[in-house]
């Protein structure tokens, strides 16, 4: 069960050594645990800020919002340089809220570095429900359906970034121009062109124009009059 109980005359001020004793005999007080690990993180006692954010966490896992233990626990694992545990922390996380863009993004980051794809996939749908207009989630969203071999949504991510003015125009109509040729899209010389006009010297995308012209589609080949013959 929880304590509810102040702090039994414990200030902000005391000596930390006294908090951890009281904490150390009220291993449930909410109050206690969450006044001990601000004044360790104000110390920069990350290692030592670990258990009771732990402790408030199994506590209380329903408990999110701004500076909630799992936003603090997982800047601590960041701090440490312990990306399994702060994966592992933000996906906990995740499952809870319907918010926290930032860590939601850090989270994607982390994904993608495992190569977990269908993590990414799940947590870019659970961004793009949030905000559809983030760059970001939209990046993370094509790159996990382009890795899980889902061409169509890939193709809506990819037309989604290019109307948000990217750094990278070349390299996403390139990305759009194979998936929609390999999809027999004639569309796919068009964003191929657009690539070539922001990067004339791109060579992927030369070879990828020169493969769409010398591969005339069959309709093109044979065309059929108004009465369907040849």
């Given amino acids: 069960d929880l304590e509810q109980n102040d702090l039994s005359g414990i200030r902000d001020d005391d000596a930390p050594e006294r908090l951890e004793r009281w904490v150390a005999d009220h291993q449930s007080s909410l109050q206690g645990l969450t006044l001990l690990a601000a004044q360790l993180i104000e110390r920069r006692e990350f290692a030592k800020a670990k258990p009771p954010l732990q ?12 500076d909630c233990p799992y936003e603090l626990l997982s800047e601590i694992h960041h701090e440490l340089k312990e990306p399994d545990d702060e994966r592992k922390v933000l996906q906990q996380y995740a499952d809870r809220t319907d918010s926290a863009v930032p860590f939601l993004l850090r989270l994607i980051e ?8 269908e993590a990414v996939r799940k947590t870019s749908q659970k961004l793009l429900a949030i905000n ?28 989604a970034l290019l109307v948000m003015d990217p750094d990278d125009p070349a390299e996403l109509h390139f990305r759009l121009a194979t998936l ?26 030369q070879k990828l124009l020169l493969k769409i012209v010398r591969q005339k589609p069959k309709a093109a080949l044979e065309p059929l009059d108004s009465s369907g013959t040849k």
């Fill in 55 to 66: 402790k408030l966490i199994e506590l209380y896992p329903e408990q999110t919002g701004h």
């Fill in 110 to 117: 982390l994904q993608s570095t495992a190569g977990d794809w």
């Fill in 132 to 159: 559809p207009l983030l760059p970001q989630t939209q990046k993370a969203r094509a790159s996990a359906a382009e890795k899980l071999h889902d061409p169509a949504d890939a193709i809506a991510a990819l037309k």
């Fill in 180 to 205: 929609l040729h390999e999809a027999g899209d004639a569309s796919a010389k068009s964003h191929v062109l657009q690539a070539l006009e922001v990067a004339p010297r791109y060579r992927d995308a």
